[in-house]
């Protein structure tokens, strides 16, 4: 008995003591790729996605296995409006060629992605061919399907495959959606609509197909944030999916490339890349949250369009940063394509050839990617003033282009200037989904909602008598809008049926007890208060210092209206999450200073991992630490930051030894900051039983850390420390 109660202490000691590898769970970090498994991009996340049956030169199921057998659950992505899918759309599937079914804008010219790859129209025909897909990977063994980026081109809608499609649906002739508002509203709900019933149908097969297997595959669907398909005039169905029967959950697909896409501000458009992501995730989380739905947050260490490795870092910084201000997400996709990151070439200021991907940035990367596989859920929350929250709905999408009567929305300006104002004052601003008004979470913390339908309308007259109860219950409700575009009178059912509202908004104010001609005012409505204020938001934003009176409504109905304490101006966003400190100073804001922190901290940012006992944060810029003092089990020896992944078999602990292989791509620089009771006496880091050259191994007396470097290799180093 004493032997044994010996052996699960050691187990414990080996479990608690390894800080890094703590969380065993093998769904909580991901990255999808093509090629086939290479030591030169070998992320060591649990999870590899194996992107398409045609991909990568075919031969999937070869590919699932060099994966497989690297340790990694395989599960299987794809694109469901685009795709290696030539044998489709050239006639090889099924005898009939099918480039007809591709989305064509009003010139007569197919939207393609690729050669001989147009962006679709979801026939029954084509669900049917991309059934065999998801089919075939089933039966490879993976255990997730991804069917990605199910994207309507708002300018397309004029092939003959959509006019079939407008036909059915509707059962009228096909309206050219240039000809009218209405016609560019209905043309955009087709476009949902068709992606939502492509989802459900292949969903509903991958479930019934599993199942008979004695399984059940997982359904997951990786799309952009509704703030950028809105952007972008790309129509998907978004937050309905959240209540789709054999839907999992989502990949929230935000990234540099996202999120650089300019928003104005204070009448300046330009890219403001960390405020766009926390927004972009932000929306992400609010669809998914109220649902119990899962969700990976993806972000990029470069992007599709080529820019300088400089560009990719700094944006990377901020992208990141954005994505763990959320605490109540820990699972991540690490990075899309690694070999593009590993094995491609960029620009670097002032080298007229292109470069591979630094050591120096490789490192960072490989330390921020496998911090990830540590980063906790978190109650914390990000300091600031809490309860505020923006309306958003789906149909946001449906009315971006064409624009009609001079009517435009530069930049999505009837959102951002609602929310870039309020982030911009460093408040915490959320986003809420009108799909999930009826679900109880959804409005359960939010004091103050802000809401337009200048850039959105109501799909349903339920989504008011959600919001009219929770006025009455106590909730303030800013309403900003003239209420004048074009798509107000589209045929909806606040204008059918016995309705004859001229604007949506009326039938809201109706339920508050106000009248169509009463605006420009506060009204009590039960508990609660409504302010009507006949402005445009994009007026707050596109015109300088056009937020003043917006921020002291804003105040005036968060502190005296809904008795929420003092509203907080600041220009910086923390949060904490166990040891790991995220920091986010603003910029263009009335007090530009750099902040300040004490304490012990390892630089997350820094491929070097020093040990700074002061961190000055300038504006614009970011900050990832790792407070030593907060490291658990401070007596244990552990790794608390590297460029690699431990395996947590490997890990040994004596009393005077500590011993792990860690593993990372090869012809990479590794860099770790190791936790010890005491300066080492020896250190060797070997590969195949041979010693490695340790490019550093420097003692830190005041932290109790080591810092170690030495070479990657995909097969794992072994680390042995004595003291």
Not at 138 to 150: F, K
Not at 165 to 194: C, D, F, I, R, V
Not at 615 to 630: E, F, G, H, I, M
């Amino acid at each position: 008995m004493k032997k044994l109660m010996g052996i699960l202490s050691v187990m414990l000691l080996i479990v608690s003591a390894n800080g890094f590898a703590q969380n065993k769970s093998k769904q909580k970090t991901s990255f999808q790729v093509a090629a086939p498994w290479s030591a030169n991009y070998d992320v060591r996340s649990d999870i590899a996605m194996v992107y398409g049956i045609n991909d990568a030169g075919g031969n999937f199921e070869e590919r699932v296995k060099s994966y497989r057998d690297k340790g990694y659950e395989v599960q299987f992505m794809t694109g469901i409006a685009w795709g290696q899918y030539q044998d489709y759309f050239l006639g090889e599937w099924d005898g009939k060629n099918h480039l007809d079914e591709g989305q064509v804008m009003r010139n007569g010219e197919t939207i393609w992605h690729g050669k001989n790859v147009p962006y679709i129209v979801p026939s029954a025909n084509f669900l049917a061919y991309m059934k065999t897909h998801v089919k075939r990977a089933i039966d490879a063994g993976v255990s997730a399907i991804y069917l990605e980026e199910p994207e309507f081109w708002a300018r397309a809608g004029y092939g003959e495959a959509f006019k079939k499609e407008w036909q059915n649906y509707y059962g009228s002739p096909w309206m050219a959606q240039h000809e009218s508002p209405e016609a560019t509203y209905l043309s955009s709900k087709l476009k949902y609509q068709l992606y939502f019933n492509a989802l459900k149908e292949v969903f509903a097969y991958v479930k019934s197909y599993s199942e008979s297997l004695g399984k059940r595959v997982k359904c997951y669907v990786p799309t952009h944030s509704l703030l950028n398909y809105s952007s972008w005039q790309i129509v998907s169905p978004e937050a309905s999916l959240a209540n789709l029967e054999g839907m999992d959950g989502y990949i929230a697909q935000v990234w540099t490339g996202t999120s650089r896409e300019p928003v104005y501000y204070n009448g300046k458009a330009k890219e403001r890349v960390f405020e766009n992501a926390f927004l972009e995730y932000g929306s992400m989380v609010s669809m998914t949250a109220p649902t119990g739905r899962k969700i990976f947050f993806l972000t990029d260490p470069i992007e599709d369009r080529a820019r300088s490795w400089d560009d990719y870092k700094v944006n990377y910084e901020a992208t990141f940063t954005a994505k763990l201000l959320y605490p109540m997400v820990d699972n991540y996709e690490v990075m899309p394509w690694p070999n593009r990151i590993y094995n491609g070439k960029f620009s670097v200021e002032g080298q007229k050839e292109k470069q591979p991907i630094s050591k120096a940035y490789a490192t960072q990367m490989q330390v921020m990617v496998n911090s990830l596989n540590q980063m906790p859920l978190s109650d914390n929350k990000l300091n600031g003033s809490h309860g505020i929250g923006i309306l958003l709905a789906n149909s946001m999408m449906f009315q971006r282009f064409p624009t009609h009567a001079g009517y435009d929305d530069p930049y999505l300006s009837n959102f951002y200037g609602m929310a870039i104002p309020l982030l911009k004052k460093g408040i915490p601003v959320e986003t809420v989904h009108m799909e999930n008004l009826a679900n109880k979470n959804t409005l359960k913390d939010i004091k103050v909602l802000i809401m337009s339908y200048a850039n959105m309308k109501p799909l349903a007259a339920s989504y008011h008598e959600e919001l009219a109860k929770w006025v009455r219950n106590g909730g303030v409700l800013l309403y900003y809008g003239r209420d004048n575009d074009p798509f107000q009178n589209v045929k909806e059912w606040w204008n059918t049926h016995g309705n004859n509202f001229t604007a949506p908004s009326q039938h809201l104010f109706k339920l508050f007890g106000l009248g169509p001609n009463d605006n420009q005012a506060e009204y009590g409505v039960g508990k609660g208060k409504v302010f009507i204020i006949r402005k445009d938001p994009k007026e707050l934003v596109m015109q300088a210092n056009g937020d003043a009176d917006f921020l002291a409504n804003v105040k005036k109905a968060y502190e005296k209206d809904a008795h929420a304490g003092e509203l907080l101006f600041k220009n910086n966003f923390m949060l904490d999450r166990g040891p790991f400190k995220m920091v986010a100073v603003l910029n263009e804001t009335a007090n530009d200073e750099p902040l300040t922190l004490t304490g012990t901290f390892i630089d997350l940012f820094d491929p070097a991992l020093p040990i700074l006992h002061q961190k000055t944060v300038a504006p614009n810029t970011q900050a990832y630490l790792y407070d030593v003092n907060k490291a658990t089990a401070k007596n244990k020896p552990q790794v608390l930051a590297a460029a690699g992944r431990l395996d947590d078999a490997s890990v040994k602990i004596t009393k005077n030894s500590y011993a792990f292989v860690i593993k990372s791509p090869s012809n990479t620089v590794n860099a770790m900051r190791i936790l010890l009771p005491k300066k080492p006496k020896q250190v060797v880091a070997k590969l195949n039983g041979k010693n490695l050259e340790l490019f550093k191994n420097d003692w830190d007396e005041p932290s109790k850390t080591l810092l170690l470097s030495f070479d990657n290799y995909s097969e794992g180093v072994n680390v042995n420390i004595n003291w």
